[in-house]
């Protein structure tokens, strides 16, 4: 069993930063590929970004060259840097493990946290 708590969200103008953290439990968290996914109201979740056991990392490609993925598994944490920031990221992000390769697609994520608002303003 793996818990997620997601944190850092909030309100950020239009070209600034955030950091997202995800803080999870559970003995095997160097094995779990990570994921963060986001969605914004009336439209689907889709994925941001991940990162395997290996450190491998994999990007969406809306946030590509503006957000980075990273873990520090003696900490059981996740970070997404995001930079460049537009309206069109304003969504609930959300962290995910899952138990795989790790991949884009949502449905191969076992665990979930319960998400944090992002917004941005133009």
């Known amino acids: 069993q793996v818990q997620l708590v997601e944190s850092g969200g909030g309100l950020v103008q239009a070209g600034g930063s955030l950091r997202l953290s995800c803080t999870a439990s559970?003995?095997?968290?160097?094995?779990?590929?990570m994921g963060w996914f986001r969605q914004a109201p009336g439209k689907e979740r889709e994925f941001v970004a991940g990162?395997?056991?290996?450190?491998?990392?994999y990007y969406g490609d809306s946030v590509r060259g503006r957000f980075t993925i990273s873990r520090d598994n003696a900490k059981k944490m996740v970070y997404l840097q995001m930079n460049s920031l537009k309206p069109e990221d304003t969504a609930v992000y959300y962290c995910?493990?899952?138990?795989?390769?790790?991949?884009?697609?949502?449905?191969?994520?076992?665990?979930w946290g319960q998400g944090t608002q992002v917004t941005v303003s133009s």
């Open positions: 995910a493990a899952s138990s795989g390769y790790g991949s884009s697609f949502l449905s191969e994520y076992d665990y």
């Open positions: 559970g003995r095997t968290f160097s094995s779990y590929a």
């Open positions: 990162i395997r056991w290996s450190e491998s990392t």
